[in-house]
């Protein structure tokens, strides 16, 4: 990848998020940088997505996509992988001290444990990491998400984990503690929602003003207003809505 001048990181974030989406659904390229849209083409050609067309802006992954990072498919994949690794077991290990231990030798399992943990110790068939904030925070900046984090990690979580008492109790064989602080980090970076929206103001009468905010209040399209200053702010995709009422309600003369 880096040698074509595409990001590593980015390249096997996709394949991680690629492995959790859904089969038979079209996903949106639209945002996707130059160098993302020539992966997307060499992933076309390996057939882990299907796009009708090289500019069509929407695609679908394959079953194969849906597989890239699961365990058999990295066993396949290296020739170093004993027999013992291609059956369908879990490999990873989370302790309620926010290590992670992976039994495998799959560069490919490494590297997707690497989007998320700060890895610490590399033996043969063990890999050791951490759940730290910024290893999480990472993640969460290159578009992965807590819950496709913790999803990634009960899938293959080692056999061990799941006889575990509180884990039969439980919904989640992973320690309580580890998956709340992951959500936490998360949340951290999504105190601020953005919406879009329009700003209307410099309104001739406080009847005016009043009128267009409740109609656009009545159709759940204000986002904040200011009956002092006479100034709303309304969602974008409700701006041409609210402005053919305000052109009706001003050729009326009420």
Not at 117 to 138: A, C, I, K, W
């Given at each position: 990848?880096?040698?074509?001048?595409?990001?590593?990181?980015?390249?096997?974030?996709?394949?991680?998020?690629?492995?959790?989406?859904?089969?038979?659904?079209?996903?949106?390229?639209?945002?996707?940088?130059?160098?993302?849209?020539?992966?997307?083409?060499?992933?076309?050609?390996?057939?882990?997505?299907?796009?009708?067309?090289?500019?069509?802006?929407?695609?679908?992954?394959?079953?194969?996509?849906?597989?890239?990072?699961?365990?058999?498919?990295?066993?396949?994949?290296?020739?170093?992988?004993?027999?013992?690794?291609?059956?369908?077991?879990?490999?990873?290990?989370?302790?309620?001290?926010?290590?992670?231990?992976?039994?495998?030798?799959?560069?490919?399992?490494?590297?997707?444990?690497?989007?998320?943990?700060?890895?610490?110790?590399?033996f043969p068939n063990?890999?050791?990491?951490?759940?730290?904030?910024?290893?999480?925070?990472?993640?969460?900046?290159?578009?992965?998400?807590?819950?496709?984090?913790?999803?990634?990690?009960?899938?293959?979580?080692?056999?061990?984990?799941?006889?575990?008492?509180?884990?039969?109790?439980?919904?989640?064989?992973?320690?309580?503690?580890?998956?709340?602080?992951?959500?936490?980090?998360?949340?951290?970076?999504?105190?601020?929602?953005?919406?879009?929206?329009?700003?209307?103001?410099?309104?001739?009468?406080?009847?005016?003003?009043?009128?267009?905010?409740?109609?656009?209040?009545?159709?759940?399209?204000?986002?904040?207003?200011?009956?002092?200053?006479?100034?709303?702010?309304?969602?974008?995709?409700g701006h041409d809505?609210?402005?053919?009422?305000?052109?009706?309600?001003s050729k009326s003369?009420?």
């Amino acid at each position: 990848c880096e040698e074509r001048g595409i990001s590593l990181p980015e390249c096997l974030s996709m394949l991680f998020q690629l492995s959790f989406s859904t089969l038979g659904r079209d996903y949106s390229s639209e945002g996707m940088n130059s160098q993302m849209l020539t992966f997307l083409q060499h992933l076309r050609e390996f057939g882990l997505v299907f796009q009708r067309k090289r500019k069509e802006g929407r695609f679908y992954p394959t079953r194969l996509a849906l597989n890239v990072t699961s365990k058999e498919a990295a066993a396949t994949a290296s020739v170093a992988m004993d027999e013992e690794a291609t059956q369908d077991c879990g490999y990873i290990v989370v302790e309620t001290n926010y290590r992670v231990y992976a039994y495998t030798d799959s560069p490919l399992q490494v590297a997707v444990l690497g989007l998320f943990t700060e890895l610490l110790y590399r033996f043969p068939n063990l890999v050791v990491g951490v759940l730290t904030r910024d290893s999480v925070r990472q993640a969460l900046r290159g578009g992965i998400t807590a819950e496709q984090i913790v999803s990634y990690l009960e899938q293959y979580a080692h056999p061990n984990m799941r006889l575990v008492e509180s884990a039969i109790q439980s919904k989640s064989c992973l320690p309580p503690t580890v998956v709340d602080q992951i959500k936490l980090w998360e949340l951290e970076r999504n105190r601020f929602t953005y919406t879009e929206g329009v700003v209307y103001n410099q309104f001739l009468s406080h009847t005016d003003f009043v009128t267009l905010r409740d109609y656009a209040q009545s159709i759940h399209m204000l986002v904040w207003q200011n009956e002092r200053t006479r100034t709303m702010v309304v969602q974008k995709n409700g701006h041409d809505d609210v402005k053919r009422y305000w052109k009706k309600y001003s050729k009326s003369g009420v």
